[in-house]
């Protein structure tokens, strides 16, 4: 089976200093992958440089056994990729309704036509008002996304990645800051949205991690130092070390 | 060019002004439409939708110039003449100018911006010559103090409209409207005396406000504008707090807010 993604000699600089230092990973079709690290390791950039919004100093990106190195995000997404950001990344000033919306267009093959009325499209909106269904903000539907709550704002951009249907799906701390109801109900969520599809994402709460992940990747300062299963990263002695423990020390 | 001439070409324009302002709004709600204002809101994020940000403002721009050339023609038919004039940087910042003042963040703000403007040149050039500087500090106010234009003003309303509150506004409105009345005619008519006292020739010193013929070298008119402008902002202030507490009320939640108030 060809992976859906899978970085070859990945290496990233801003200027002089390396972030990303040469990363190999192989992300299975269908499997929960998640990513896990320090803050500042570098996972958001892996992200940019998968997704298109950072070109590569070195190495290579393949979708679905497709080499998609440094092509820009529209096409990665056209070619079934689609992720969300850690900092919210909506479009404030639409509607909630809008946001959907504009994040099913392209999949609905509307592309840039001009012949075509959105108001009148029944199946383009049936299907935006499914998604809203299922991210919990149908009665939220006719408001300015800007005024959303935080925790609505993060469920409506998981909702606008996941709305087109992409088969790999990257969500960047899709949890960050929320309280604990909060975060079970953005896990029941990403679990929906991402059924049978192939989910990649960072988590900084381990619960959840342990919880969702088939996999699960360590980056530490720019490099993966294991890639294992939740068992098997959980008595990873060096993970613990530059990791877990650390964290645990913290905690 | 006799009079029913005049007539064909007013309804030829008409004519095509309501077929691309009916154009204008479907296309704004077609796909591409909506895409230009995503682009608008988040241009790096329509990427990660699959839209080119680069391919939607290039079609929004040639968009843009099919509607810009149809009333380019109209104009030169309307006008017959064309000059470097029309196409220079001031008749394009006074087309900005008109869209701010409307607001453009409303399909009809650049509407209601160029009839308003249009108006005040009209009109105003009757009475005055400075009539560019009130249009000119209508726009500095709009953009300092509603960005969302006058178009965002009358759409502040419609809420409030909608909850059958307008009515209550109407006191607060003509008890703050009265004074700032008062204020505003004095501070025109100090820019008017100063602008004779610069612009006239030597010697002229007689001038006449609202039909009132007075003399610029004495004093009593300068005293007269400025108790208007000293006295009419002080009632102002006062009741700014008024209106400030009404426009709050009329936006309470409904039904937790007569008790309160
Ligand atoms: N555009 C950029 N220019 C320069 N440095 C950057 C840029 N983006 C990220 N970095 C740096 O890269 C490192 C990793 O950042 P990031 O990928 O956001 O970490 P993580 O998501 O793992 O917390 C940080 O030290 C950050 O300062
Ligand atoms: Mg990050």
Redesign the pocket.
């Known amino acids: 089976m060809t992976s859906a993604i899978k970085l070859t000699g990945v290496r990233k600089s ?2 002089p ?1 390396e ?1 990303i230092r040469g990363v190999d990973l192989d992300i299975r079709q269908g499997e929960r992958h998640a990513i896990i ?12 440089l998968v997704s298109g919004r ?1 070109n590569l100093s070195a190495g290579s990106v393949e979708l679905n056994g497709e080499d998609i190195s440094n092509l820009p995000p529209y096409e990665i997404y056209r070619k079934g990729l689609s992720r969300s950001f ?1 900092v919210t990344n909506i479009f404030p000033r639409m509607s909630v309704f809008e946001n959907v919306r504009c994040g099913l267009m392209w999949s609905q093959e509307y592309k840039y036509s001009f012949w075509h009325l959105v108001d009148r499209e029944k199946k383009l909106n049936h299907r935006t008002a499914e998604v809203l269904e299922e991210i919990g903000l149908t009665s939220r539907q006719h408001v300015p996304a800007g005024v959303l709550t935080y925790a609505e704002q993060r469920a409506l951009e998981i909702g606008i990645a996941a709305a087109g249907g992409a088969d790999v799906i990257m969500l ?2 899709p949890t960050a800051g929320m309280s604990h109801s909060e975060t079970d109900q953005a896990i029941a969520l990403i679990r929906k949205i991402t059924d049978g599809k192939t989910l990649v994402m ?1 988590e900084h709460d381990m619960g959840v991690v342990f919880d969702v992940a088939d996999r699960i990747s360590v ?1 530490v300062y ?1 490099e993966i130092i294991a890639t294992d299963t939740p068992e098997n990263i959980r008595n990873n002695k060096a993970v613990q070390e530059a990791y877990l423990g650390a964290e645990a020390e913290h905690a | 060019m006799d009079f029913a001439q005049d007539i064909e070409v007013y309804s030829l324009i008409a004519f095509w002004a309501f077929i691309t302002i009916a154009l204008m709004y479907l296309f704004s709600r077609t796909p591409m439409g909506r895409m230009a204002n995503a682009v608008r809101d988040n241009d790096e994020r329509t990427e990660f939708v699959g839209y080119s940000q680069r391919k939607v403002r290039f079609i929004s721009f040639c968009a843009s110039g099919f509607f810009a050339g149809i009333a380019g023609g109209l104009f030169a038919i309307n006008f017959e003449i064309v000059t470097e004039e029309n196409l220079n940087a001031l008749t394009s910042g006074v087309v900005l100018l008109m869209a701010y003042i409307g607001g453009v963040g409303f399909f009809i703000g650049p509407i209601v911006g160029a009839v308003l403007f249009t108006l005040l040149q009209t009109l105003l050039s009757i009475y005055t010559e400075i009539w560019q500087l009130y249009v000119g500090v209508l726009f500095v106010l709009t953009v300092m103090y509603v960005p969302q234009g006058l178009t965002g003003i009358l759409a502040m309303h419609i809420p409030i409209y909608q909850i059958n509150r307008l009515g209550s506004l109407v006191v607060p409105y003509i008890r703050t409207g009265i004074p700032l009345a008062f204020c505003l005619a004095g501070v025109v008519g100090f820019l008017e005396m100063i602008h004779h006292v610069r612009a006239a020739s030597v010697g002229d010193t007689e001038m006449s406000l609202i039909g009132i013929g007075f003399d610029t070298h004495t004093v009593m008119p300068w005293i007269i504008v400025a108790v208007l402008v000293a006295v009419g902002g002080y009632f102002t202030k006062t009741q700014l707090p008024q209106l400030k507490e009404a426009w709050e009320r009329a936006h309470a939640p409904l039904g937790s807010d007569e008790g309160a108030a």
């Open positions: 801003f200027g200093t972030i690290g320090p803050n500042g390791a570098g996972k958001s950039t892996l992200f940019h950072y850690q960047d701390e960072v980056l720019g």
